[in-house]
């Protein structure tokens, strides 16, 4: 296993989880306590992700072409703009693009899904997607969730911003960035990877989500965002600021 031993396993505040997980059958492997404690532990690390405003262009670009070897591409060039505006805005007026975030991301992740699906109970496998994210929202006791995926507020707060100038903008035709994956999913993956599970190709996406904002991955180029300088939630866990030079391109 590949826990730590400088951080102490943290308890699980929720009573409900302690709940569940004595109902929890045993057709496939259980977590042990060690890996159940240690599910706040990567909880807290991606928060701290998801608040680190350092972008690093030399990491993320290496991460890119990672990505592209992965899923049998070609590198492709890398364009950085200034935000997710900029950029929609340039991909708005490219419809030739042929766009290979979806290719990426299903040769990493259901690679990543199958292995854990093999081993792991169903049950555990919850667990860890309502705990194991920094922005999930536990529903109810059966623990139903809404993920709220950074990526794609960066996605959908761009597009709305894009009609406001452009009011007949088709936002389908629009494509999805490759972060879409970025906290929810991969908190989820990276836990499972820091615990002993064969999904090393995670840290690929896990580099990427560390070292730039939005990435777009297409056919010979990949267009790239720096992170937000800062970025703030209202109470109900909103994106209300997203900062780009001193600049809510939200407002």
């Known amino acids: 296993m590949l826990l730590s031993t400088d951080i102490p396993p943290q308890a699980i505040k929720r009573e409900s989880l302690a709940q569940y997980l004595a109902k929890v059958s045993t057709e496939r492997r259980k977590l042990v306590k060690l890996e159940v404690d240690f599910i706040p532990q990567i909880r807290d690390k991606w928060d701290k992700i998801l608040v680190d405003r350092t972008t690093d262009r030399k990491r993320a ?8 070897l992965y ?3 070609d590198r492709s060039n890398i364009l950085w703009t200034e935000n997710p505006l900029t950029a929609l805005t340039f991909l708005m007026n ?14 990493i992740c259901d690679t990543c899904d199958r292995e854990i699906n093999c081993q792991i109970q169903p049950a555990f496998i919850d667990v860890v997607k309502a705990y194991a994210n920094p922005r999930a929202v536990v529903l109810d006791e059966a623990q139903n969730m809404a993920f709220d995926l950074l990526g794609d507020f960066l ?3 761009s597009i709305s911003e894009l009609q406001k100038s452009y009011p007949l903008l088709d936002t389908l035709s629009l ?3 490759l972060q879409d994956y970025r906290i929810a999913y ?5 836990y499972f990877h820091q615990i002993g599970i064969d999904i090393p190709q995670i840290q690929l996406l896990v580099d990427l989500a560390q070292s730039c904002g ?3 991955a297409f056919e010979n180029i990949t267009i790239v965002t720096p992170k ?3 970025i703030e939630f209202n109470d109900r866990g909103e994106l209300i600021a997203l900062i780009y030079d001193g600049v809510n391109i939200l407002k």
């Open 214 to 216: 939005c990435c777009w």
């Open 71 to 73: 899923a049998g591409l």
């Open 155 to 157: 996605n959908q707060v």
């Open 61 to 68: 670009e290496k991460a890119i072409d990672a990505c592209y």
């Open 94 to 107: 490219r419809p030739d693009l042929v766009d290979v975030s979806s290719r990426i991301l299903h040769q």
């Open 228 to 230: 937000a300088s800062a």
């Open 175 to 177: 494509p999805s960035a």
């Open 186 to 190: 991969l908190s989820y993956f990276d």
